[in-house]
């Protein structure tokens, strides 16, 4: 079964650190993690009693052990757990699939799923055609497990 720390850790490779640049419309962004898009993470007070204290430095965010756990968490809960990552048995499906949702969205990765699982099922003689509606259930997770198989 697929890992979510090794998805995390190739995906948030490239979400970068700390910024807020005034032009980018998710403002204020830590790995990724837009305030703007999510005003209520829990690594938000860190970040802003950092700020306060003065002691605000990119590096010390990077190594604080309670803001990791916080976004790992973040981004199990949010994208990971959706899309039902621990129940897919190939690796690099589980990770691509985790990375379009975390840069598309959970609903457009569940549609470019069963979309897929819709093109390669042989003609409806591995499963019948899946119904587009982004949705990660049962009957997804079924399909790309007999699909895996074959």
Do not use: C
């Amino acid at each position: 079964m697929a890992q979510f720390f090794k998805a995390f850790e190739r995906t948030i490779r490239m979400e970068g650190g700390y910024s807020n640049d005034p032009m980018d419309r998710g403002g204020e962004t830590y790995i990724g993690i837009s305030r703007v898009f999510n005003p209520h993470w829990s690594g938000w007070p860190i970040i802003d009693r950092w700020k306060s204290e003065g002691r605000f430095h990119q590096a010390q965010l990077s190594t604080d052990p309670v803001l990791r756990v916080q976004t790992r968490l973040f981004y199990k809960q949010s994208y990971w757990d959706p899309l039902q990552g621990d129940r897919i048995k190939d690796e690099s499906v589980a990770q691509e699939l985790f990375d379009t949702a975390v840069n598309m969205g959970v609903h457009t990765a569940g549609v470019f799923l069963q979309e897929s699982l819709n093109v390669l099922n042989r003609n409806k003689t591995l499963y019948p055609d899946m119904i587009v509606d982004g949705l990660v259930g049962h009957r997804t997770m079924a399909a790309l497990e007999i699909l895996l198989d074959h």
